[in-house]
C-alpha cells in the first residue's frame, strides 16, 4: 500500500469512527485529514481532498475548534486561515470523551433524574424506582470515571494502566 492509498484508507476509517463517536462522518474526515498531515491546511485545500463544500468545511472547522481537536493559524502573507489538527493524542482523546459525556452520559442522568421522582407505589413502580436507581447509580460512577480521566495527565494514567498489566 502507498501513502495516497493509506491516506485514503485512514480518512475513511476516522470518518466511520467518527459516526460511533456520536458525529457524523464529515468531521471525522476532516479531523482525520487535519491530524496526519504534517503542516497546515486551508478550507479550499481541504475542500479538495475530501470532495466537501465550502460551507460543509465551515461548518465542520469550526465545530472542530469549539473542541479543541482542531486550531486555526495565520500564516504571515496569507489572506486565508489555516487548520492544524492537535498532534496530542491524549488531548484528543479527553476531549472526545467530554464531547461523548455532554452529548451521551448527561442527557441520560437529566432524564434519570426526573424519573427518579416516581413513587414506589406498587409492584410495577417498585421495580421501576429500583432499575432507575440502579443506572444513576452505574451513571454516577460512570461520569465520575470519565471525570477523572479528563482530569488526569498522561503519563500517571499510563503508567497505572502499565502497573495493573
Known amino acids: 500500500m502507498d501513502y495516497i492509498e493509506g491516506k485514503g484508507q485512514f480518512i475513511e476509517t476516522w470518518g466511520k469512527l467518527a459516526i460511533n463517536w456520536g458525529v457524523n462522518r464529515t468531521i471525522g474526515q476532516v479531523h482525520g485529514l487535519l491530524l496526519i498531515h504534517p503542516g497546515h491546511l486551508c478550507a479550499d485545500e481541504i475542500m479538495a481532498e475530501l470532495k466537501i463544500s465550502r460551507g460543509n468545511a465551515n461548518t465542520t472547522l469550526r465545530t472542530l475548534i469549539s473542541w479543541g481537536l482542531v486550531h486555526k493559524h495565520h500564516v ?16 484528543v482523546m479527553k476531549a472526545i470523551i467530554k464531547m461523548r459525556k455532554e452529548r451521551e452520559l ?18 410495577h413502580s417498585e421495580e421501576f424506582c429500583k432499575t432507575v436507581k440502579e443506572i444513576k447509580m452505574f451513571s454516577a460512577k460512570a461520569e465520575s470515571a470519565l471525570n477523572n ?7 500517571w494514567l499510563m503508567s497505572s494502566i502499565m502497573k495493573f498489566m
Open 149 to 155: 480521566i479528563s482530569s488526569t495527565e498522561a503519563k
Open 106 to 123: 448527561d442527557p441520560m442522568i437529566d432524564a434519570l433524574d426526573q424519573v427518579s421522582q416516581v413513587k414506589p407505589l406498587c409492584a
Open 76 to 91: 504571515a502573507g496569507e489572506r486565508k486561515d489555516f487548520f492544524k489538527g492537535e498532534k496530542d493524542m491524549w488531548k
